[in-house]
Protein backbone atom coordinates (compact mmCIF):
# COMPACT_ATOMS: atom_id res chain seq x y z
CA UNK A 1 0.00 0.00 0.00
CA UNK A 2 1.76 3.17 -1.36
CA UNK A 3 1.58 5.72 1.94
CA UNK A 4 3.45 8.98 0.03
CA UNK A 5 3.37 9.77 -3.62
CA UNK A 6 6.80 10.65 -5.04
CA UNK A 7 8.02 14.30 -6.08
CA UNK A 8 8.81 14.82 -10.01
CA UNK A 9 10.59 17.70 -11.68
CA UNK A 10 9.04 20.42 -13.50
CA UNK A 11 8.42 19.61 -17.37
CA UNK A 12 8.17 21.88 -20.16
CA UNK A 13 5.65 19.61 -22.15
CA UNK A 14 2.71 19.99 -20.41
CA UNK A 15 1.13 16.18 -21.36
CA UNK A 16 4.36 14.85 -18.83
CA UNK A 17 2.78 17.17 -16.01
CA UNK A 18 -0.71 15.68 -16.56
CA UNK A 19 0.98 12.03 -16.53
CA UNK A 20 3.12 13.60 -13.22
CA UNK A 21 -0.28 14.89 -11.67
CA UNK A 22 -2.08 11.71 -12.29
CA UNK A 23 0.75 9.48 -10.74
CA UNK A 24 0.47 11.47 -7.61
CA UNK A 25 -3.13 11.16 -7.84
CA UNK A 26 -3.10 7.53 -7.29
CA UNK A 27 -0.94 7.03 -4.98
CA UNK A 28 -3.19 9.38 -2.61
CA UNK A 29 -6.22 7.03 -3.90
CA UNK A 30 -4.36 3.68 -3.38
CA UNK A 31 -3.05 5.02 0.13
CA UNK A 32 -6.66 5.02 1.17
CA UNK A 33 -7.55 1.38 0.57
CA UNK A 34 -6.57 0.03 3.98
CA UNK A 35 -9.22 -2.45 3.71
CA UNK A 36 -8.07 -3.70 0.19
CA UNK A 37 -4.26 -4.06 0.83
CA UNK A 38 -3.77 -6.19 4.13
CA UNK A 39 -2.14 -9.13 3.92
CA UNK A 40 -3.03 -12.06 6.48
CA UNK A 41 -4.39 -15.47 6.41
CA UNK A 42 -3.54 -18.96 4.84
CA UNK A 43 -5.54 -20.85 2.38
CA UNK A 44 -4.81 -21.70 -1.84
CA UNK A 45 -3.72 -20.14 -4.51
CA UNK A 46 -7.06 -20.84 -6.79
CA UNK A 47 -7.34 -18.01 -9.12
CA UNK A 48 -10.87 -18.76 -9.51
CA UNK A 49 -12.96 -15.36 -10.94
CA UNK A 50 -14.68 -13.32 -8.07
CA UNK A 51 -18.22 -13.94 -7.07
CA UNK A 52 -19.44 -10.34 -7.42
CA UNK A 53 -22.51 -10.32 -6.92
CA UNK A 54 -24.40 -12.45 -3.76
CA UNK A 55 -26.52 -15.53 -4.41
CA UNK A 56 -29.68 -13.81 -2.69
CA UNK A 57 -32.74 -13.30 -4.67
CA UNK A 58 -32.94 -9.34 -5.88
CA UNK A 59 -35.75 -7.23 -4.66
CA UNK A 60 -36.97 -3.75 -6.50
CA UNK A 61 -38.66 -2.28 -3.74
CA UNK A 62 -37.88 1.09 -1.79
CA UNK A 63 -37.97 0.84 2.22
CA UNK A 64 -35.93 -0.10 5.02
CA UNK A 65 -32.88 1.06 6.87
CA UNK A 66 -29.22 -0.19 6.06
CA UNK A 67 -26.24 -0.73 8.82
CA UNK A 68 -23.31 0.18 6.75
CA UNK A 69 -20.18 -1.00 9.21
CA UNK A 70 -16.66 0.24 8.68
CA UNK A 71 -13.21 0.68 10.65
CA UNK A 72 -12.71 3.99 8.36
CA UNK A 73 -12.12 6.89 9.21
CA UNK A 74 -13.42 8.57 6.62
CA UNK A 75 -11.19 11.22 6.08
CA UNK A 76 -13.73 14.26 4.65
CA UNK A 77 -17.34 14.14 2.61
CA UNK A 78 -15.91 17.21 1.28
CA UNK A 79 -15.82 16.59 -2.95
CA UNK A 80 -12.50 18.34 -3.71
CA UNK A 81 -10.58 17.18 -0.37
CA UNK A 82 -11.49 13.12 -1.13
CA UNK A 83 -9.34 10.88 -1.69
CA UNK A 84 -9.60 7.35 -0.52
CA UNK A 85 -11.40 5.10 -3.52
CA UNK A 86 -14.28 3.44 -1.06
CA UNK A 87 -14.92 6.82 0.88
CA UNK A 88 -15.12 8.52 -3.00
CA UNK A 89 -17.14 5.41 -3.77
CA UNK A 90 -19.88 5.40 -1.48
CA UNK A 91 -20.12 9.29 -1.80
CA UNK A 92 -20.56 9.01 -5.52
CA UNK A 93 -23.14 6.49 -4.98
CA UNK A 94 -25.75 8.34 -2.09
CA UNK A 95 -24.63 12.02 -2.58
CA UNK A 96 -22.33 13.46 -4.82
CA UNK A 97 -22.78 13.45 -8.42
CA UNK A 98 -20.60 14.45 -10.79
CA UNK A 99 -20.66 14.92 -14.61
CA UNK A 100 -20.00 11.26 -15.74
CA UNK A 101 -20.35 8.01 -13.65
CA UNK A 102 -19.54 4.31 -14.41
CA UNK A 103 -22.41 2.16 -14.87
CA UNK A 104 -23.39 -0.39 -12.06
CA UNK A 105 -23.20 -3.86 -12.98
CA UNK A 106 -23.10 -7.60 -11.32
CA UNK A 107 -20.92 -8.21 -14.72
CA UNK A 108 -17.68 -6.74 -14.01
CA UNK A 109 -17.08 -6.86 -17.74
CA UNK A 110 -19.85 -4.07 -18.28
CA UNK A 111 -18.56 -2.41 -14.92
CA UNK A 112 -16.47 0.22 -17.19
CA UNK A 113 -19.01 1.45 -19.11
CA UNK A 114 -18.96 5.22 -18.74
CA UNK A 115 -22.39 7.37 -18.90
CA UNK A 116 -23.67 11.10 -18.59
CA UNK A 117 -24.32 11.47 -14.81
CA UNK A 118 -24.59 15.32 -13.99
CA UNK A 119 -24.58 15.15 -18.08
CA UNK A 120 -26.69 14.12 -20.51
CA UNK A 121 -24.02 12.37 -22.23
CA UNK A 122 -20.50 11.11 -21.85
CA UNK A 123 -19.26 14.23 -23.04
CA UNK A 124 -18.35 15.79 -26.52
CA UNK A 125 -14.70 16.49 -27.20
CA UNK A 126 -13.15 18.77 -30.26
CA UNK A 127 -11.46 17.42 -33.01
CA UNK A 128 -8.00 17.16 -31.38
CA UNK A 129 -8.91 16.74 -27.81
CA UNK A 130 -8.24 20.10 -26.24
CA UNK A 131 -11.88 20.87 -25.68
CA UNK A 132 -14.66 18.78 -23.72
CA UNK A 133 -17.89 19.92 -23.32
CA UNK A 134 -21.25 18.46 -21.38
CA UNK A 135 -24.66 18.98 -20.76
CA UNK A 136 -26.05 19.42 -17.73
CA UNK A 137 -29.93 17.27 -17.19
CA UNK A 138 -32.86 19.45 -16.25
CA UNK A 139 -34.54 18.44 -13.03
CA UNK A 140 -31.73 17.62 -10.93
CA UNK A 141 -31.80 19.28 -7.44
CA UNK A 142 -29.69 20.28 -4.35
CA UNK A 143 -31.21 19.26 -1.19
CA UNK A 144 -32.96 22.36 -0.48
CA UNK A 145 -34.41 22.43 -3.99
CA UNK A 146 -32.63 24.49 -5.67
CA UNK A 147 -31.28 23.65 -9.14
CA UNK A 148 -27.84 22.04 -9.54
CA UNK A 149 -26.84 24.77 -12.33
CA UNK A 150 -23.18 24.65 -14.91
CA UNK A 151 -22.13 27.54 -12.17
CA UNK A 152 -22.38 25.11 -9.06
CA UNK A 153 -20.33 22.49 -11.31
CA UNK A 154 -17.85 25.70 -12.34
CA UNK A 155 -17.43 26.74 -8.60
CA UNK A 156 -16.93 23.12 -7.80
CA UNK A 157 -13.81 23.08 -9.70
CA UNK A 158 -12.21 26.16 -8.99
CA UNK A 159 -11.69 24.97 -5.22
CA UNK A 160 -9.28 22.55 -6.20
CA UNK A 161 -6.93 25.83 -7.28
CA UNK A 162 -7.37 27.07 -3.61
CA UNK A 163 -4.08 24.92 -2.89
CA UNK A 164 -3.64 26.24 0.71
CA UNK A 165 -7.69 25.74 1.55
CA UNK A 166 -8.61 23.03 -0.16
CA UNK A 167 -6.18 20.13 0.28
CA UNK A 168 -5.93 16.18 0.10
CA UNK A 169 -8.27 15.04 -3.02
CA UNK A 170 -7.22 14.94 -6.51
CA UNK A 171 -5.54 17.50 -8.10
CA UNK A 172 -6.36 17.01 -11.68
CA UNK A 173 -7.82 19.75 -12.56
CA UNK A 174 -4.29 21.81 -11.98
CA UNK A 175 -2.88 19.66 -14.38
CA UNK A 176 -5.24 19.35 -17.64
CA UNK A 177 -7.05 22.43 -17.48
CA UNK A 178 -5.42 25.68 -19.98
CA UNK A 179 -4.86 27.78 -17.12
CA UNK A 180 -1.55 29.88 -17.26
CA UNK A 181 0.92 29.66 -15.19
CA UNK A 182 2.84 31.48 -12.80
CA UNK A 183 7.02 31.31 -13.42
CA UNK A 184 7.25 29.14 -10.35
CA UNK A 185 4.58 26.59 -12.06
CA UNK A 186 2.02 27.47 -10.22
CA UNK A 187 -1.50 28.30 -11.91
CA UNK A 188 -2.08 32.27 -11.88
CA UNK A 189 -5.63 31.39 -10.40
CA UNK A 190 -5.63 30.77 -6.83
CA UNK A 191 -8.83 29.38 -6.18
CA UNK A 192 -12.24 31.15 -5.29
CA UNK A 193 -11.42 32.50 -1.66
CA UNK A 194 -8.01 34.43 -3.35
CA UNK A 195 -8.24 38.24 -2.37
CA UNK A 196 -6.65 41.59 -4.38
CA UNK A 197 -5.72 42.81 -7.78
CA UNK A 198 -4.00 39.07 -8.89
CA UNK A 199 -7.32 37.68 -7.63
CA UNK A 200 -8.96 39.50 -10.54
CA UNK A 201 -6.93 38.39 -13.17
CA UNK A 202 -6.61 34.76 -12.00
CA UNK A 203 -10.47 34.28 -12.23
CA UNK A 204 -10.47 35.87 -15.09
CA UNK A 205 -8.07 33.36 -16.80
CA UNK A 206 -10.18 30.43 -15.07
CA UNK A 207 -13.44 31.94 -16.64
CA UNK A 208 -11.89 31.61 -20.36
CA UNK A 209 -11.37 27.79 -19.89
CA UNK A 210 -14.32 26.61 -17.41
CA UNK A 211 -16.83 28.51 -19.40
CA UNK A 212 -20.85 27.62 -19.14
CA UNK A 213 -22.93 28.79 -21.36
CA UNK A 214 -26.66 28.07 -20.05
CA UNK A 215 -26.71 24.15 -19.04
CA UNK A 216 -23.30 23.35 -21.06
CA UNK A 217 -20.24 23.71 -19.39
CA UNK A 218 -16.89 23.86 -21.31
CA UNK A 219 -13.68 22.64 -20.50
CA UNK A 220 -10.27 24.07 -22.43
CA UNK A 221 -7.32 21.82 -22.17
CA UNK A 222 -3.45 22.41 -22.09
CA UNK A 223 -2.67 19.62 -23.80
CA UNK A 224 -5.24 16.77 -25.73
CA UNK A 225 -6.40 14.13 -23.23
CA UNK A 226 -8.40 11.86 -24.74
CA UNK A 227 -10.13 9.92 -21.39
CA UNK A 228 -10.92 13.24 -20.14
CA UNK A 229 -14.74 12.33 -19.59
CA UNK A 230 -13.42 9.53 -17.02
CA UNK A 231 -11.13 12.03 -15.50
CA UNK A 232 -14.44 13.88 -14.47
CA UNK A 233 -15.80 11.00 -12.79
CA UNK A 234 -14.36 11.92 -9.87
CA UNK A 235 -15.20 13.93 -7.05
CA UNK A 236 -12.92 16.82 -7.47
CA UNK A 237 -14.88 17.75 -10.89
CA UNK A 238 -18.36 17.93 -8.23
CA UNK A 239 -20.08 20.61 -8.21
CA UNK A 240 -20.39 22.52 -4.85
CA UNK A 241 -22.87 25.63 -4.47
CA UNK A 242 -21.08 28.69 -3.09
CA UNK A 243 -23.55 29.50 -0.42
CA UNK A 244 -23.63 26.22 1.33
CA UNK A 245 -19.41 26.32 0.60
CA UNK A 246 -17.46 26.15 4.03
CA UNK A 247 -13.92 26.68 2.82
CA UNK A 248 -11.47 25.34 5.43
CA UNK A 249 -14.50 24.57 7.85
CA UNK A 250 -15.99 22.33 5.48
CA UNK A 251 -14.20 18.92 6.12
CA UNK A 252 -17.44 16.65 6.25
CA UNK A 253 -20.15 18.89 5.56
CA UNK A 254 -22.39 17.63 2.88
CA UNK A 255 -25.11 19.47 0.60
CA UNK A 256 -26.41 16.80 -1.02
CA UNK A 257 -27.50 16.15 -4.77
CA UNK A 258 -28.13 12.92 -5.18
CA UNK A 259 -30.54 10.38 -3.46
CA UNK A 260 -29.31 10.99 0.44
CA UNK A 261 -28.76 13.88 2.67
CA UNK A 262 -27.03 13.58 5.98
CA UNK A 263 -29.61 13.49 8.60
CA UNK A 264 -27.32 15.33 11.22
CA UNK A 265 -23.86 16.42 11.40
CA UNK A 266 -21.22 13.43 10.69
CA UNK A 267 -19.53 12.68 13.66
CA UNK A 268 -15.32 11.82 13.13
CA UNK A 269 -14.71 7.98 14.39
CA UNK A 270 -18.42 7.47 14.71
CA UNK A 271 -20.24 8.24 11.90
CA UNK A 272 -23.43 9.25 10.61
CA UNK A 273 -27.74 8.44 9.30
CA UNK A 274 -28.15 9.57 5.98
CA UNK A 275 -32.07 9.64 4.97
CA UNK A 276 -33.35 10.49 1.75
CA UNK A 277 -33.12 13.74 -0.17
CA UNK A 278 -36.63 14.80 -1.16
CA UNK A 279 -35.96 16.62 -4.09
CA UNK A 280 -33.76 13.70 -5.78
CA UNK A 281 -35.49 12.47 -8.41
CA UNK A 282 -34.78 8.90 -9.87
CA UNK A 283 -36.31 9.86 -13.69
CA UNK A 284 -32.88 12.07 -13.34
CA UNK A 285 -30.63 9.22 -12.56
CA UNK A 286 -29.56 6.27 -14.68
CA UNK A 287 -26.83 5.50 -12.17
CA UNK A 288 -28.49 4.65 -8.62
CA UNK A 289 -31.57 2.81 -7.78
CA UNK A 290 -31.39 4.33 -4.15
CA UNK A 291 -33.46 1.48 -2.54
CA UNK A 292 -33.24 1.71 1.01
CA UNK A 293 -34.86 4.83 3.02
CA UNK A 294 -31.91 5.20 5.03
CA UNK A 295 -28.00 4.30 5.23
CA UNK A 296 -26.85 4.21 9.12
CA UNK A 297 -23.14 4.43 8.96
CA UNK A 298 -20.87 3.49 11.77
CA UNK A 299 -17.25 3.61 11.33
CA UNK A 300 -14.66 3.06 14.09
CA UNK A 301 -16.07 -0.71 14.26
CA UNK A 302 -12.59 -3.24 13.88
CA UNK A 303 -13.07 -5.11 10.90
CA UNK A 304 -13.15 -8.48 12.58
CA UNK A 305 -15.57 -7.46 14.76
CA UNK A 306 -17.96 -6.47 11.78
CA UNK A 307 -17.55 -9.83 10.21
CA UNK A 308 -18.46 -11.67 13.24
CA UNK A 309 -21.42 -9.44 13.85
CA UNK A 310 -22.74 -10.16 10.70
CA UNK A 311 -21.83 -13.92 10.32
CA UNK A 312 -23.87 -14.61 13.65
CA UNK A 313 -26.83 -12.54 11.68
CA UNK A 314 -28.15 -11.55 15.00
CA UNK A 315 -31.28 -8.62 15.19
CA UNK A 316 -28.89 -5.68 14.76
CA UNK A 317 -27.04 -7.32 12.14
CA UNK A 318 -29.69 -8.78 9.51
CA UNK A 319 -29.65 -5.27 8.03
CA UNK A 320 -25.83 -4.69 8.13
CA UNK A 321 -23.27 -4.95 5.05
CA UNK A 322 -19.75 -4.83 5.57
CA UNK A 323 -17.88 -1.87 3.59
CA UNK A 324 -14.27 -3.42 4.85
CA UNK A 325 -13.14 -6.95 3.60
CA UNK A 326 -13.06 -9.86 6.20
CA UNK A 327 -9.81 -10.45 7.70
CA UNK A 328 -8.31 -13.50 5.75
CA UNK A 329 -8.60 -15.92 8.33
CA UNK A 330 -12.68 -15.43 8.31
CA UNK A 331 -13.20 -15.29 4.96
CA UNK A 332 -12.21 -19.07 4.23
CA UNK A 333 -14.87 -20.08 6.88
CA UNK A 334 -17.08 -17.70 4.94
CA UNK A 335 -16.58 -19.23 1.81
CA UNK A 336 -16.63 -23.05 3.02
CA UNK A 337 -20.08 -22.49 4.86
CA UNK A 338 -23.01 -22.70 2.02
CA UNK A 339 -25.38 -20.22 4.44
CA UNK A 340 -22.64 -17.25 4.67
CA UNK A 341 -21.41 -17.73 1.12
CA UNK A 342 -24.32 -16.65 -0.04
CA UNK A 343 -24.54 -13.65 1.47
CA UNK A 344 -20.95 -12.78 0.52
CA UNK A 345 -19.17 -11.26 -2.45
CA UNK A 346 -15.44 -11.41 -3.45
CA UNK A 347 -13.91 -8.63 -6.08
CA UNK A 348 -11.21 -7.45 -7.77
CA UNK A 349 -9.85 -4.35 -6.02
CA UNK A 350 -7.81 -2.86 -8.77
CA UNK A 351 -4.52 -2.95 -6.37
CA UNK A 352 -2.00 -4.88 -8.10
CA UNK A 353 1.62 -6.07 -6.28
CA UNK A 354 4.62 -6.29 -8.91
CA UNK A 355 7.76 -6.43 -9.06
CA UNK A 356 10.50 -3.70 -10.44
CA UNK A 357 13.88 -5.03 -11.79
CA UNK A 358 16.32 -2.57 -11.39
CA UNK A 359 17.67 -1.71 -14.76
CA UNK A 360 20.81 0.28 -13.69
CA UNK A 361 22.14 -3.01 -11.55
CA UNK A 362 25.02 -5.23 -13.51
CA UNK A 363 22.55 -8.14 -13.15
CA UNK A 364 19.60 -7.03 -14.81
CA UNK A 365 21.75 -5.25 -17.70
CA UNK A 366 20.67 -7.80 -20.76
CA UNK A 367 16.78 -8.11 -21.21
CA UNK A 368 17.52 -11.69 -20.60
CA UNK A 369 17.85 -11.39 -17.48
CA UNK A 370 14.57 -9.54 -16.30
CA UNK A 371 13.26 -12.31 -18.79
CA UNK A 372 14.63 -15.01 -16.26
CA UNK A 373 13.76 -13.53 -13.33
CA UNK A 374 9.98 -13.26 -14.35
CA UNK A 375 10.06 -16.84 -15.75
CA UNK A 376 11.43 -17.90 -12.49
CA UNK A 377 8.93 -16.20 -10.25
CA UNK A 378 6.04 -18.57 -8.87
CA UNK A 379 2.78 -16.47 -8.95
CA UNK A 380 0.43 -19.03 -7.25
CA UNK A 381 2.75 -19.70 -4.04
CA UNK A 382 2.71 -15.72 -3.73
CA UNK A 383 -0.71 -15.57 -3.74
CA UNK A 384 -1.35 -18.79 -1.24
CA UNK A 385 0.91 -17.26 1.02
CA UNK A 386 -1.52 -13.85 1.38
CA UNK A 387 -4.53 -16.27 1.84
CA UNK A 388 -5.48 -17.88 -1.02
CA UNK A 389 -8.02 -17.09 -3.69
CA UNK A 390 -10.51 -14.79 -1.46
CA UNK A 391 -7.18 -12.40 -1.03
CA UNK A 392 -5.44 -12.06 -4.63
CA UNK A 393 -5.20 -14.26 -8.06
CA UNK A 394 -2.09 -14.42 -9.63
CA UNK A 395 -1.64 -12.25 -12.62
CA UNK A 396 1.09 -11.03 -15.12
CA UNK A 397 -0.04 -7.65 -15.88
CA UNK A 398 -0.71 -4.46 -14.03
CA UNK A 399 -3.69 -3.73 -15.91
CA UNK A 400 -6.69 -5.09 -13.59
CA UNK A 401 -9.39 -7.87 -15.01
CA UNK A 402 -12.15 -4.99 -15.33
CA UNK A 403 -10.18 -2.30 -17.14
CA UNK A 404 -11.33 -2.19 -21.26
CA UNK A 405 -7.24 -2.63 -21.68
CA UNK A 406 -7.07 -5.94 -19.59
CA UNK A 407 -5.25 -9.04 -21.62
CA UNK A 408 -5.01 -12.07 -21.09
CA UNK A 409 -1.14 -12.08 -22.73
CA UNK A 410 1.90 -14.15 -21.40
CA UNK A 411 4.61 -13.21 -23.69
CA UNK A 412 7.17 -14.72 -21.79
CA UNK A 413 5.49 -18.33 -21.21
CA UNK A 414 6.22 -18.28 -17.72
CA UNK A 415 2.69 -19.65 -16.34
CA UNK A 416 1.59 -18.72 -12.48
CA UNK A 417 4.02 -21.46 -10.81
CA UNK A 418 7.25 -20.51 -13.63
CA UNK A 419 9.66 -22.50 -15.01
CA UNK A 420 12.97 -22.81 -13.58
CA UNK A 421 14.75 -24.87 -16.15
CA UNK A 422 13.40 -21.81 -18.63
CA UNK A 423 14.78 -19.75 -16.54
CA UNK A 424 18.14 -20.67 -16.05
CA UNK A 425 18.78 -20.40 -19.86
CA UNK A 426 17.53 -16.89 -20.04
CA UNK A 427 20.32 -16.18 -17.28
CA UNK A 428 23.08 -18.49 -19.38
CA UNK A 429 22.26 -16.02 -22.64
CA UNK A 430 22.11 -13.27 -20.21
CA UNK A 431 26.27 -14.42 -19.90
CA UNK A 432 25.70 -14.68 -15.70
CA UNK A 433 27.46 -17.10 -13.82
CA UNK A 434 25.38 -18.92 -11.55
CA UNK A 435 24.20 -18.52 -8.76
CA UNK A 436 23.28 -15.16 -9.44
CA UNK A 437 23.09 -12.82 -6.13
CA UNK A 438 19.58 -11.58 -5.84
CA UNK A 439 19.09 -8.37 -3.51
CA UNK A 440 15.10 -7.63 -3.07
CA UNK A 441 13.16 -4.89 -0.92
CA UNK A 442 10.04 -4.95 0.05
CA UNK A 443 7.52 -3.46 2.52
CA UNK A 444 7.32 -5.76 5.48
CA UNK A 445 4.41 -6.83 7.66
CA UNK A 446 3.91 -10.39 9.05
CA UNK A 447 1.80 -11.75 5.80
CA UNK A 448 4.00 -9.92 3.45
CA UNK A 449 7.28 -11.87 4.87
CA UNK A 450 5.48 -14.95 4.26
CA UNK A 451 4.71 -13.81 0.81
CA UNK A 452 7.97 -12.82 -0.56
CA UNK A 453 9.49 -15.92 0.99
CA UNK A 454 7.12 -17.79 -1.02
CA UNK A 455 9.33 -16.59 -4.05
CA UNK A 456 12.43 -17.75 -3.10
CA UNK A 457 12.18 -21.71 -3.52
CA UNK A 458 11.19 -20.73 -7.41
CA UNK A 459 14.20 -18.33 -7.67
CA UNK A 460 16.31 -20.08 -5.82
CA UNK A 461 16.08 -23.24 -8.17
CA UNK A 462 16.65 -20.97 -11.33
CA UNK A 463 19.82 -20.34 -10.39
CA UNK A 464 19.36 -16.73 -8.34
CA UNK A 465 21.23 -16.44 -4.96
CA UNK A 466 18.31 -14.31 -3.72
CA UNK A 467 18.58 -12.34 -0.29
CA UNK A 468 15.42 -10.58 0.93
CA UNK A 469 15.44 -6.93 2.96
CA UNK A 470 11.68 -6.29 4.85
CA UNK A 471 11.63 -2.56 5.17
CA UNK A 472 8.71 -1.21 7.44
CA UNK A 473 9.31 2.65 8.02
CA UNK A 474 8.69 4.93 4.67
CA UNK A 475 9.00 2.08 2.47
CA UNK A 476 8.08 4.13 -0.70
CA UNK A 477 10.22 7.40 0.01
CA UNK A 478 13.09 4.99 0.83
CA UNK A 479 13.19 2.98 -2.64
CA UNK A 480 12.12 6.45 -4.40
CA UNK A 481 15.75 7.73 -3.53
CA UNK A 482 19.02 7.08 -6.00
CA UNK A 483 20.97 5.65 -3.20
CA UNK A 484 18.62 2.79 -3.29
CA UNK A 485 19.37 1.95 -7.27
CA UNK A 486 22.74 0.99 -5.92
CA UNK A 487 21.70 -0.98 -2.57
CA UNK A 488 19.00 -3.65 -4.25
CA UNK A 489 18.61 -5.57 -7.67
CA UNK A 490 14.60 -5.48 -7.05
CA UNK A 491 11.54 -3.20 -6.04
CA UNK A 492 8.65 -4.51 -4.36
CA UNK A 493 5.61 -2.25 -5.28
CA UNK A 494 2.02 -2.27 -6.22
CA UNK A 495 -0.28 0.72 -8.10
CA UNK A 496 -4.44 1.18 -8.74
CA UNK A 497 -6.07 3.08 -11.79
CA UNK A 498 -7.35 6.30 -10.72
CA UNK A 499 -9.97 5.25 -13.21
CA UNK A 500 -11.17 2.78 -16.17
CA UNK A 501 -8.56 3.10 -18.18
CA UNK A 502 -4.84 2.18 -18.29
CA UNK A 503 -3.60 5.70 -18.64
CA UNK A 504 -3.32 6.08 -15.33
CA UNK A 505 -1.18 3.27 -15.15
CA UNK A 506 1.87 2.73 -17.54
CA UNK A 507 2.74 6.62 -18.20
CA UNK A 508 2.84 6.87 -14.55
CA UNK A 509 5.20 4.11 -13.75
CA UNK A 510 6.87 3.54 -17.09
CA UNK A 511 7.32 7.21 -18.77
CA UNK A 512 11.20 8.08 -17.50
CA UNK A 513 10.56 11.32 -18.90
CA UNK A 514 8.28 12.40 -16.29
CA UNK A 515 9.51 10.21 -13.54
CA UNK A 516 13.43 10.05 -13.17
CA UNK A 517 15.70 12.98 -12.47
CA UNK A 518 18.55 13.73 -10.48
CA UNK A 519 16.14 13.44 -7.77
CA UNK A 520 15.12 9.75 -7.88
CA UNK A 521 12.92 7.65 -10.11
CA UNK A 522 9.73 9.20 -9.13
CA UNK A 523 7.21 6.01 -9.04
CA UNK A 524 9.85 4.30 -12.27
CA UNK A 525 11.24 2.32 -9.52
CA UNK A 526 13.33 0.13 -11.72
CA UNK A 527 14.71 2.94 -13.78
CA UNK A 528 13.29 1.86 -17.29
CA UNK A 529 14.12 4.09 -19.71
CA UNK A 530 12.92 3.78 -22.83
CA UNK A 531 12.67 6.85 -26.10
CA UNK A 532 10.18 4.34 -27.85
CA UNK A 533 7.71 4.05 -24.83
CA UNK A 534 7.90 7.44 -24.03
CA UNK A 535 6.54 8.06 -27.67
CA UNK A 536 4.29 5.43 -28.06
CA UNK A 537 2.88 7.17 -24.22
CA UNK A 538 2.17 10.42 -25.66
CA UNK A 539 0.46 9.25 -29.36
CA UNK A 540 -1.71 6.72 -27.37
CA UNK A 541 -2.82 9.12 -24.81
CA UNK A 542 -4.18 11.59 -27.62
CA UNK A 543 -6.57 8.61 -29.58
CA UNK A 544 -10.25 9.47 -29.47
CA UNK A 545 -11.57 6.13 -29.84
CA UNK A 546 -11.90 4.59 -26.54
CA UNK A 547 -12.11 1.07 -27.93
CA UNK A 548 -8.54 1.50 -30.34
CA UNK A 549 -6.94 3.00 -27.37
CA UNK A 550 -7.21 0.72 -24.64
CA UNK A 551 -6.40 -1.91 -27.06
CA UNK A 552 -3.13 0.15 -27.57
CA UNK A 553 -2.27 0.26 -23.78
CA UNK A 554 -2.85 -3.90 -23.78
CA UNK A 555 -0.34 -3.93 -26.49
CA UNK A 556 2.17 -1.18 -25.32
CA UNK A 557 2.15 -3.35 -21.88
CA UNK A 558 2.78 -6.51 -23.99
CA UNK A 559 5.77 -5.05 -25.10
CA UNK A 560 6.77 -3.94 -21.68
CA UNK A 561 6.36 -7.34 -20.37
CA UNK A 562 8.96 -8.82 -22.87
CA UNK A 563 11.34 -6.47 -21.98
CA UNK A 564 11.30 -7.13 -18.27
CA UNK A 565 10.18 -3.89 -17.23
CA UNK A 566 8.21 -5.44 -14.44
CA UNK A 567 6.80 -8.72 -13.15
CA UNK A 568 3.10 -8.74 -12.03
CA UNK A 569 2.29 -10.65 -8.71
CA UNK A 570 -0.73 -10.46 -7.63
CA UNK A 571 -4.34 -8.54 -7.95
CA UNK A 572 -5.75 -8.23 -4.53
CA UNK A 573 -9.16 -9.27 -3.80
CA UNK A 574 -11.98 -8.00 -0.89
CA UNK A 575 -15.12 -10.19 0.31
CA UNK A 576 -17.70 -8.69 2.05
CA UNK A 577 -20.26 -10.14 4.02
CA UNK A 578 -24.06 -8.83 4.78
CA UNK A 579 -27.00 -9.88 6.70
CA UNK A 580 -29.76 -12.29 6.11
CA UNK A 581 -31.82 -9.09 5.15
CA UNK A 582 -29.76 -7.53 2.91
CA UNK A 583 -30.65 -8.09 -0.51
CA UNK A 584 -29.08 -7.07 -4.13
CA UNK A 585 -25.25 -7.34 -2.62
CA UNK A 586 -22.97 -6.83 -5.51
CA UNK A 587 -18.98 -5.03 -5.65
CA UNK A 588 -17.96 -3.25 -8.43
CA UNK A 589 -14.31 -3.85 -9.45
CA UNK A 590 -13.74 -0.36 -11.37
CA UNK A 591 -14.23 1.64 -8.30
CA UNK A 592 -11.78 0.30 -5.87
CA UNK A 593 -13.70 -3.70 -5.43
CA UNK A 594 -15.85 -2.02 -3.46
CA UNK A 595 -19.73 -2.66 -2.17
CA UNK A 596 -21.84 -1.32 -4.54
CA UNK A 597 -24.49 1.08 -3.03
CA UNK A 598 -26.11 2.22 -6.00
CA UNK A 599 -28.36 -1.12 -6.24
CA UNK A 600 -28.43 -2.55 -2.69
CA UNK A 601 -31.38 -3.13 -0.92
CA UNK A 602 -33.31 -4.26 2.35
CA UNK A 603 -35.46 -6.85 2.34
CA UNK A 604 -39.09 -5.73 4.04
Given at each position: MNTRSSRHRPRQQRSNRVWAMLAALVVVLVSGMAGCSVMGGDGDGDSQTPQVAAAHDRVDERGGTLKALSLGPVLSWDP???????????????????????????????QSRIVGDLATDAGTPNKDLTAWSF?????????????????????GISRTFASSVITGGSTDALAVLAVPKLPDGKPVYAGPYATGATAAAGLAAYDKVVACKGSTITFTLSSPVSDFNEMVSQ?????????ADKGKDGTYEVFSNGPYKLASPWR??????????????????????????????QEGIETQTVAQQIMADG???REAVSLGSAPPAIQQHIVTVDALKERSVTAATGLVDYLAPNLTSPIFAKVQARQALAVATNREAYVTALGGATTGRPTSTLIPQSLPAHH?????AA??????DRAKVLLGQAGLSLPVPLRVVYRSSPVADKAMAALVAGWTEAGFAPTLTPLKDDYFATIGQRSAAKSYDVFWSNWAPAWASASTILPALFDSSM??????????YGYFTSTATNAEIQVIGAMADRTKREEAWAALDVKLLEQGAYIGLAERRALYIAGSDVRNLSANEVIGGVVELADIAVRQ
Open positions: QRISARDDAAFAGRTFLRTLTAYQPSTDPRNTLREGIAWEDGSPVTCEDVRYPAFAPVKKSASTGGSWERNPHWKASTDEVRRAYPDRIDYDNSDEDPLGNRGDANISAAGPGRD
